[in-house]
């Protein structure tokens, strides 16, 4: 176990709604990453937040949003959601903004989009 | 931009031999270098990583990785291999300066299986 929790664990939806996925972060932990893992993308890097910041943006679409609150804990909210934003969303913390910091991974909410 | 390859999509390796599942890097700068294992309907666990210093690392569960700056390579190691070792195993890079240096990109992945 991480460390890192993750809720809900699946999630089952329809085209065009929207859904907010959770994330806190290991205790002490200031940055939060977020990663889609898909069959046909594999692991990308969608954002990052330090201490409530947004740090860095990867391959996140314009209906994808995220922050982080002042307890530390994110939300990635995605909407519009089509058949291809089904995959596993994965959340990371790291103690720090540093470049050698370790990312310690959530067990991943499934999103399905029916 | 970097990027990583894992040319093994499934490394099959008998239960106490040794076992290697490779990875090749392609970054501007020095990099970073991590290793992650993911099991059935779990999240990634991290392994060991490559900052600087030793170009042999020790990780989790007996596994170590050997960094070759020449050859762009973090190939992930373990001695005698376990049944329990069979699992999703991704290699990773992350840039020490630079734009992006904060996004770790990673391999597509080789999946080990270990034959009793």
């Known amino acids: 176990d991480s460390g890192v929790t993750q809720t809900p664990k699946h999630l089952i939806t329809a085209t065009g709604q929207r859904v907010t996925l959770r994330c806190s972060p290991r205790?002490?932990?200031?940055?939060v990453y977020w990663y889609q893992q898909s069959l046909d993308q594999g692991l990308q890097f969608l954002i990052q937040y330090y201490n409530g910041e947004e740090r860095a943006k990867g391959n996140i679409l314009e209906r994808f949003s995220a922050q982080q609150f002042p307890d530390l804990h994110s939300e990635l909210n995605l909407s519009s959601l089509e058949l291809g934003d089904s995959a596993l969303y994965f959340c990371?913390?790291?103690?720090?903004?540093?470049?050698?910091?370790?990312?310690?991974f959530g067990p991943g909410t499934r999103l399905t989009v029916l | 931009a970097q990027s990583v390859a894992q040319p093994e999509d499934q490394v099959n390796v008998a239960e106490g031999n040794p076992l290697t599942v490779k990875c090749t890097y392609s970054v501007s700068g020095n990099p970073y270098l991590f290793w992650y294992v993911q099991y059935p309907n779990r999240g990634l666990q991290f392994l060991l990583k490559y900052i600087t210093g030793d170009n042999l690392v020790k990780g989790s569960y007996g596994f170590e990785a050997e960094f070759n700056k020449s050859q762009t390579s973090f190939h992930l190691k373990k001695p005698s291999a376990l049944v329990s070792d069979s699992a999703l195993y991704f290699c990773?890079?992350?840039?020490?300066?630079?734009?992006?240096?904060?996004?770790?990109?990673f391999g597509s992945g080789t999946r080990l299986q270990v034959q009793p």
């Open positions: 990371a913390s790291s103690s720090r903004d540093r470049v050698f910091d370790t990312q310690y």
């Open positions: 990773a890079v992350r840039r020490v300066e630079g734009t992006g240096r904060r996004a770790l990109t």
């Open positions: 205790s002490g932990d200031l940055s």
